[in-house]
């Protein structure tokens, strides 16, 4: 046997490497030209006399047979040992048989994985494509907006400089009112501080004869008597 090619158990839940030298080189053949490893054929053919591979029947007691893999020499010498050359040349034909099946089986399953594998990376790759995509455009989104951003703070700390000179502005304009509303002030101060003071009125009490009243004019006369009328007792 060929070491640097390995078999494997034909049940593809399973796949274990079935080891060629050892005590444990052995593993269960069928007529169908697959193997499989001793748990799997144990569990699989305790229940029905069916190739789990390729669901063939397999009735016949020498159908399924446990194979030594790694023969001794005395077996070697002695398995074809008194068996006709065309016996001998059948069985090496289906022997070579099975092994060109299970290589060329394991050459196609190799195969479409690795199939499966690209078609997985090419996937992950278109995805990547068009993340990266997304993320470039997000990105440049961003970009965007941090440039309006920083134009729109910029816009607000020339408003914010222009209303600081306003308020400057206005600040020494109220200080030159305040400035020019005191020098009024002390002006009207000495101004007033400088006229004579008025003298005082006279006051003139109300109800005396001959003095003229409250409102500027003389008392008026008394009654005058009325003659008496004719005729009156």
């Not at 700390?157 to 304009?173: F, I, M, N, V, Y």
């Not at 009024?184 to 001959?210: E, F, M, N």
């Amino acid at each position: 046997m060929d070491t640097e090619l390995t078999l494997r158990c034909n049940l593809l839940a399973c796949r274990r490497a079935l080891p060629a030298v050892g005590a444990d080189a052995r593993a269960v053949v069928t007529t169908c030209s697959h193997l499989f490893c001793e748990d799997c054929a144990a569990r699989f053919f305790a229940t029905a006399l069916v190739c789990p591979a390729c669901e063939s029947p397999l009735p016949d007691p020498d159908d399924i047979a446990l194979a030594d893999l790694n023969p001794s020499e005395n077996y070697k010498a002695s398995v074809l040992a008194g068996l006709p050359p065309s016996v001998v040349h059948e069985i090496a034909g289906r022997a070579l048989s099975f092994w060109v099946y299970q290589v060329t089986q394991e050459c196609v399953l190799l195969d479409m994985m690795h199939k499966r594998s690209e078609a997985a990376a090419k996937d992950a790759d278109t995805q990547a494509r068009v993340s990266l995509h997304q993320a470039e455009q997000e990105l440049a989104a961003l970009r965007d907006r941090v440039r309006l951003l920083e134009e729109d703070r910029e816009r607000v700390r020339k408003r914010a400089h222009d209303l600081g000179d306003q308020l400057a502005d206005k600040t020494r304009q109220l200080h030159r009112m305040h400035a020019v509303l005191d020098k009024h002030k002390r002006r009207a101060l000495v101004h007033a501080a400088s006229q004579p003071t008025p003298p005082a009125a006279v006051p003139v009490p109300v109800g005396s004869q001959g003095a003229v009243g409250s409102q500027g004019s003389a008392p008026p006369p008394p009654p005058m008597p009325t003659a008496p009328a004719v005729g009156a007792p």
